[in-house]
């Protein structure tokens, strides 16, 4: 069975940090694109940031670009997030998300097929 769990949410101070994990099992993720989203009250969910297979290469949203540092670790099937300079318009769920095998372009939600439940973050002012 596929599972995606993330960790380290929580309540911050707006200008403060955290660091998200997503921990992966039931398949080795080292071939697989990963990604976070997030999901504001009465918003749509949006792409976050996403990085591929290798390590390579990774990808920001402009609203986070300079603030936000995703990487992996493949020996431990695990992806993070550090949030840093956290505004409050960062508040949201956050989700983590692994996409398809084979090319994709991974600041698009259609282009990943295992999805964590999420984890909150909330950035008071």
């Known amino acids: 069975q596929v599972q995606l769990v993330e960790s380290g949410g929580g309540l911050v101070q707006a200008g403060g940090s955290l660091r998200l994990s997503c921990a992966a099992s039931g398949l080795t993720f080292s071939s697989y694109g990963r990604g976070w989203f997030r999901q504001a009250p009465g918003k749509e969910r949006e792409f976050v940031a996403a990085?591929?297979?290798?390590?390579?290469?990774?990808y920001y949203a402009d609203s986070v670009k300079g603030r936000f540092i995703i990487s992996r670790d493949n020996a431990k099937n695990t992806v993070y997030l550090q949030m840093n300079s956290l505004k409050p318009e960062d508040t949201a769920v956050y989700y983590c998300?692994?996409?398809?095998?084979?090319?994709?372009?991974?600041?698009?939600?259609?282009?990943?097929?295992?999805w964590g439940q999420g984890t909150q973050v909330t950035v008071s002012s």
């Open positions: 990085i591929r297979q290798s390590g390579g290469s990774t």
């Open positions: 998300a692994a996409a398809g095998a084979g090319p994709r372009t991974l600041e698009k939600a259609y282009s990943y097929i295992y």
